[in-house]
T-cell receptor, first 113, second 115 residues
């Protein structure tokens, strides 16, 4: 079945450590996205990539980094510079342009202690 | 700046009650509109979408939404809710202004249906 796989489902890290969240898709989609979900704030866009080896900052990119070396993969690193990293992180993908909507993964809940 | 607003943060209904969740967007150009649902512990699922044509769109599980361009609105409706509709509902929009569209979400509405 085609879909998006995010791993792990739950992640715990100590403050000050960088952590990388995995996102893999087998939908043959060109575009991939990372969102952060916080209660009462909906989903906010962190980074997105429309094509391999290219990506753009979203609305809340500070303290995050990404890479897009393969079409299928779009890992997100939460760095120690992110002031409030504890959140639910959602990865999504779409055809180029994304005008018909996105397909979402099941998310990773990151807790920094 | 383009934005999407959902006016109800938490709605509590009894089973068989009718549902209407409000959604407004701020953009004067062409938009594609979506409603997503997130059941407890599950991933986001697409309920329905509007691109063009008939402004009344029907989605899965008996949901429908009406696009009213003059009001910049895309409200979600269901005539009779069930306990299994308990979930968080997100309105989202892609404001079409170049080749790349970014999906912008509203704040979400938590729906609790009492049996």
């Amino acid at each position: 079945d085609g879909g998006i796989t995010q791993s792990p489902k739950y992640l715990f890290r100590k403050e000050g450590q960088n952590v990388t969240l995995s996102c893999e898709q087998n939908l043959n989609h060109d575009a991939m996205y990372w969102y952060r979900q916080d209660p009462g704030q909906g989903l906010r866009l962190i980074y997105y990539s429309q094509i391999v080896n290219d990506f753009q900052k979203g609305d809340i990119a500070e303290g995050y980094s990404v890479s897009r070396e393969k079409k299928e993969s779009f890992p997100l690193t939460v760095t120690s510079a992110q002031k409030n990293p504890t959140a639910f992180y959602l990865c999504a993908s779409s055809i180029v342009g994304g005008l018909s909507g996105y397909t979402f993964g099941s998310g990773t809940r990151l807790t920094v202690v | 700046a383009q934005s999407v607003s959902q006016h109800n943060h938490h709605v509590i209904l009894s089973e068989a009650a009718s549902l209407e969740l409000g959604c407004n967007y701020s953009y004067g150009g062409t938009v594609n509109l979506f409603w997503y649902v997130q059941y407890p512990g599950q991933h986001l699922q697409l309920l329905l979408k509007y691109f063009s044509g008939d402004p009344l769109v029907k989605g899965i599980k008996g949901f429908e939404a009406e696009f009213i361009k003059s009001k910049f609105s895309f409200n979600l409706r269901k005539p009779s809710v069930q306990w299994s509709d308990t979930a968080e509902y997100f309105c989202a929009a892609i404001m079409i202004y170049n080749q790349g569209g970014k999906l912008i979400f509203g704040q979400g509405t938590e729906l609790s249906v009492k049996p």
